[in-house]
């Protein structure tokens, strides 16, 4: 039967009545015997389930857990322990041994794949350096020694478990490999990102190519045991955001690149398990676990192409009894399946519901005449967490009737610990002192700024310390008066103090009290954001490993969600209304029009025509500046004496010239002048 290795990159399932994950964690049942159920829950921790027992029987810790989480599961074939002093054993405990499931394989967000041992209670080996990126899928060869994986790098490795080392690698396709799937003969394998493709083990080459889906291929099994060159080999494929079901036939002649047959869900398969046909008239028995947490049973004889899609013959649903004919009790809800496993008689399913955590497993018979089957369990009342101290490495303390166990007080309380006769000259001491009652405690609180301005300077304040206490004294005995007073200060550094101080049994307390707090007026809402974020900032790490936070926090999810929903309502509002607002300010300023100003910069007066037949333009304007014509006039006058001067110069000289005989004119110049 073909398991599906679950991807953390699945998406959201369902909330269980006890408590449930937010995430589809991988999850399988062990082969054959199906004796256990391993399941990677959200806090990195490997646990395996006894399903016959319902209780855990053993954890494992990865050393890098936070940092590389489990992405991927799959049980290794069935083997007989050979480590250890070899001894004669009853037939019955031969046989025990021959049917245990042993190896597991883990891959790892860091590229790395774990391989743990059940019969050793620790880590076989590690296998790394093969992948730079996440595994997406391992899955192992029938013979059992070999390993394959298939990574976000778009590689695919074959791993040697007898040596650890990697056999070889090769590229698959430019984007990452999703999925993975061996053939029950072992010759053949298939890979899948959005296509398909089946490889040939010998060579390495590629034997097959199949259209595949739209998104990324999650799910691969194969359907029947035959030989591909006899039209009777089939397989399965699932997507992600796909609700078909996939079933493709590999053919002799080639012609196989479409599905033949697809069977319908209500939502993308996170678990696929099924009895796979030998012969042509033997019907495939399929179990599919959706992602909204329904199970859906087919059964079809794969024999070539089917036009419509097939429905499910059964669907089963789990569900919470709820308080039936209370008013105002609890609905019923529905609970998400986990994982599932097909019994050898027809109605037989072995379950796992509720929380990855802690999950009840059940097995159970199904009526699948009907249609529809909800089964109503008590998840809360199912719940029990027992384990086996034999392997486990999880050591409870054994600790004497005797002995007193001391345990840190409250913050703010200094009480050492001292001798029985000491005890009277101790209320001896305390009776002198008078210790502050709550009254005058919340008294000398300082909330506001002005009282402590006003305040005398040698006035007592109550430190972080106190306001801790109180805090915790306010929500023990639910008291308004006190939590008022300590809830309404303002002081950042005082609220991260008082929420660091505070003992970590009242931070679940402290958040229930900030939720109804914050469902009243939006004035005290904006003050109580500021405690929650700081329980939020300062005690995150104790909030994450609570196992049913989902259902204590959920109202205070839902109230943030809801007032984030109408923040961005408010936002679109207030910007078409500011839009509409400039929009019509701007029309108004275009459409006003503003007093024009009729007074004049320069006015310029022409003279009438009488005016200017009597006399020239120049008159006038010899007139508007008279001074300046005068300095003109003398300037022309002084120019033209200037140039007489110098005629009557020139005369002389000639005059001399002539007297005295002397030329200095040349032939031709002489020749020119006559």
Known sequence: AGLRVVSRRSATAMAADGGSSSLAYPCAFSLKSRQYLAVCAQDGRLRIWDTHSNTLHQEYVPSAHLSATCTCIAWGPCRTDKEGPQ????????????????????????????????????????????????????????????????????????????????????????????????????????????????????????????????????????????????????????????????????????KDKNAVVSFTLTDEPLHIDLTASDSKDEAVRLAVVCRDGQLHLFEHILNGHCKKPLSPSCSVQVSSPGAVGVPGGDSPTPVPVLATALGQEKQALLLAYGNHTQPVIERTTVNTAERHVCLVRDVKATLTLTMETAISKVKTPVVNADAKVLVPGLPGHCAPVKSVPAEAEKRKQSSKTKEMSIEERLGEMDLTVSARKGGPVGASSLQTDSFAVLLVQGLESNDSNILNKVLQTKKEALIKKTVSRLPIPAVLPLVEELTKRMQGNPYSAVMMVRWLKAVLTLHASYLSTVPDLVGQLGVLYHL?????????????????????????????????????????????????????????????????????????????MDETSDREKEGEEEEEMNVETKVNGDSDLEPENESEEE
């Open 87 to 254: 001894r004669k054993k009853r037939r019955s405990e031969a046989m025990v041994a021959a049917e245990r499931a042993d190896l597991l394989a883990l891959g790892t967000a860091a590229g790395s794949v774990l391989i743990y041992s059940t019969v050793k209670g620790a880590l076989h080996c590690t296998l790394e350096g093969a992948h730079s990126g996440q595994v997406n899928s391992v899955r192992w060869h029938p013979e059992g020694g070999v390993l394959y994986s298939g990574a976000e790098d778009g590689h695919i490795a074959e791993w040697d478990l007898r040596s650890g080392k990697l056999r070889c690698k090769w590229k698959v396709d430019r984007s990452a490999v999703t999925s993975l799937c061996v053939s029950p003969d072992g010759r053949l394998l298939l890979s899948a990102g959005q296509t398909i493709k089946m490889w040939d083990l010998e060579t390495k080459e590629v034997y097959r190519r199949f259209t595949g889906h739209s998104t990324a291929v999650t799910t691969l099994c194969f359907a029947t045991t035959r030989p591909p060159d006899s039209d009777g080999l089939y397989f399965l494929s699932g997507a992600a955001h796909d609700r078909l079901l996939s079933v493709w036939q590999v053919r002799a002649d080639g």
């Open 560 to 636: 943030i969600e809801s007032r984030v929903k109408m923040f961005h309502k408010l936002t679109r509002l207030h910007g078409k209304l500011y839009l509409l607002v400039t929009q019509v300010a701007a029309s108004e300023r275009s459409h006003t029009v503003t007093e024009l100003d009729l007074t004049a910069k320069l006015v310029y007066e022409e003279d009438s025509s009488d005016e200017g037949e009597e006399g020239s333009g120049d008159e006038g304007l010899a007139e508007e500046d008279s001074d300046n014509w005068e300095e003109d006039e003398e300037e022309e």
